[in-house]
């Protein structure tokens, strides 16, 4: 398959696992939040939390399997798997403004991820992030359609790891500074413990750490960068 037919392929199926997401969201917000979503959280069924993890769970499985199955090598794989996953992100959002005239703007707070915390921060940073996965996706790509070496060296594998985990600890912080003034590290992960759901379901966004997340996203586009400049260098 050419790129432009794969392009097409991967985009069309991003956009429809964005939908049957979205769908979910509109069903469960149906039964948690029939006024409408908000903060603080509405208490939440400790079977509909598993559930929930594992959902994810599952959404992970299934773009990483598009990565596998795509990629050529794991550099490529890799590629088509962050695109696939911004692209989701992304449309995941424009499906439940379509849908539920949701997210008021684009500072709506949301709750983002549940693993291995829950994670929280306007919809903007998201949607950001989604879009520096397409940059790297795309230069990774093009890297291998020149027929140059598209393997990520060790330095920038480093960067983007950094990066990433000072993105984690920015959506994070927020939430696991309400938590931990009530329980311990190992108290927050037990769901089945009543305290703790109705602490977790009391969370109200304060602010987010834009300066941390403006740092994280500063060193994955530095790396992203360096990276680019290697397009001069051949396979090899």
């Known amino acids: 398959m050419n790129l432009r037919r794969l392009l097409i392929a991967i ?4 956009i429809a696992i964005a939908f049957l997401e979205s769908a979910v969201v509109v069903y469960l917000r149906e039964i948690l939040y029939p006024e409408g979503f908000e903060f603080p959280l509405s208490p939440f ?15 992970l499985v299934i773009l990483v399997t598009i990565g596998i199955l795509t990629g050529r090598r794991f550099s490529t ?3 088509w798997f962050l695109y696939t996953f911004a692209i989701w992100d ?10 539920l005239a949701w997210p008021q703007s684009l500072m709506t707070w949301d709750v983002l991820f549940l693993i291995p915390t829950t994670w929280t921060g306007p919809v903007l940073a998201p949607v950001l992030v989604s879009m520096t996965m397409i940059l790297l996706a795309m ?11 598209s393997r990520i060296p060790g330095k920038i594998w480093a960067g983007l790891i950094l990066g990433s985990l000072i993105l984690i600890f920015g959506f994070i912080l927020d939430y696991s500074q309400h938590m931990l003034t009530h329980f311990s590290l190992l108290e927050m992960g037990q769901l089945k413990n009543p305290e703790v759901m109705k602490v977790a379901t009391a969370y109200v966004p304060r602010r987010f750490p834009w300066g941390i997340f403006a740092l994280g996203e500063g ?7 360096c990276y ?5 260098k051949t396979a090899g």
Do not use: K, N, Q
């Open 90 to 99: 992304i449309f995941y959002y424009v499906f439940l403004w379509l849908l």
């Open 228 to 232: 680019w400049r290697l397009t001069g």
């Open 219 to 225: 060193v994955i586009l530095a790396s992203i960068g």
């Open 45 to 59: 069924p400790v079977h509909l939390a598993v559930t929930e993890l594992f959902r994810e769970l599952a959404t």
């Open 11 to 14: 985009t069309a199926f991003a």
């Open 77 to 79: 794989g890799f590629a």
């Open 139 to 149: 230069v990774i790509v093009f890297r291998a359609e020149r027929g140059l070496d």
